[in-house]
T-cell receptor, first 112, second 113 residues
Framework: NAGVTQTPKFQVLKTGQSMTLQCAQD?????MYWYRQDPGMGLRLIYY???????DKGEVPNGYNVSRLNKREFSLRLESAAPSQTSVYFC???????????FGAGSRLTVL | AQSVTQLGSHVSVSEGALVLLRCNYS??????LFWYVQYPNQGLQLLLK??????LVKGINGFEAEFKKSETSFHLTKPSAHMSDAAEYFC???????????FGTGTRLKVLA
């Protein structure tokens, strides 16, 4: 019962480098999300995908792009990393909107 | 618009004491309310949820929460704290037909022996 799987778990980047965070879920959920978690700020929504083929901006989308590759997979790309993007990133999925979120274990990203 | 306020970023209780974590929300539509728990270096896990119906909601590990519309609150309680309850707790609000959850800033619970 894998649930939501994120890779990589840790990554260190230099300013200006690019990278993609991968997320896959095996629960046949329709909706997928990317959040970032920063101390004292809770979780903030970056992008979400209500269903396969659709993506929408959340609270903090600047500097990020996403791809809903298929129903299972939802990737987050940083085109030109900045120190302000140092954070822990969580992928989540739900059957549909406003339902319970199932989270991955997180990806800790450091941008130097 | 929706918002969530968690009072107290850190709460300490003695083992066996009552746990009370406070959450107040603002919502222009009937809210769906959630409590999630995060253990160190892990993702968030659902403790309990309120959507409609009974206002007292029971969750896992002996936790419960009561939806009080008049007070716009959804406080989390547990009668007797256990060492294993030490974690960070997040309150969240959403609504039917939306994909945007709003999370509170979290309350870190410390349980003293």
């Amino acid at each position: 019962n894998a649930g939501v799987t994120q890779t990589p778990k840790f990554q260190v980047l230099k300013t200006g480098q690019s990278m993609t965070l991968q997320c896959a879920q095996d629960m046949n959920h329709n909706s997928m999300y990317w959040y970032r978690q920063d101390p004292g700020m809770g979780l903030r929504l970056i992008y979400y995908s209500a269903s396969e083929g659709t993506t929408d901006k959340g609270e903090v989308p600047n500097g990020y792009n996403v791809s809903r590759l298929n129903k299972r997979e939802f990737s987050l790309r940083l085109e030109s990393a900045a120190p302000s993007q140092t954070s822990v990133y969580f992928c989540a999925s739900s059957e549909n909107g406003a339902n319970v979120l199932t989270f991955g274990a997180g990806s800790r990203l450091t941008v130097l | 618009a929706q918002s969530v306020t968690q009072l107290g970023s850190h709460v300490s209780v003695s083992e066996g004491a009552l746990v009370l974590l406070r959450c107040n929300y603002s919502s222009s539509v009937p809210p769906y309310l959630f409590w999630y728990v995060q253990y160190p270096n892990q993702g968030l896990q659902l403790l309990l949820k309120y959507t409609t119906g009974a206002t007292l909601v029971k969750g896992i590990n002996g936790f419960e929460a009561e939806f009080k519309k008049s007070e716009t609150s959804f406080h989390l309680t547990k009668p007797s704290a256990h060492m294993s309850d030490a974690a960070e707790y997040f309150c969240a609000v959403s609504a039917s037909g939306t994909y945007k959850y709003i999370f509170g800033t979290g309350t870190r619970l410390k349980v003293l022996a």
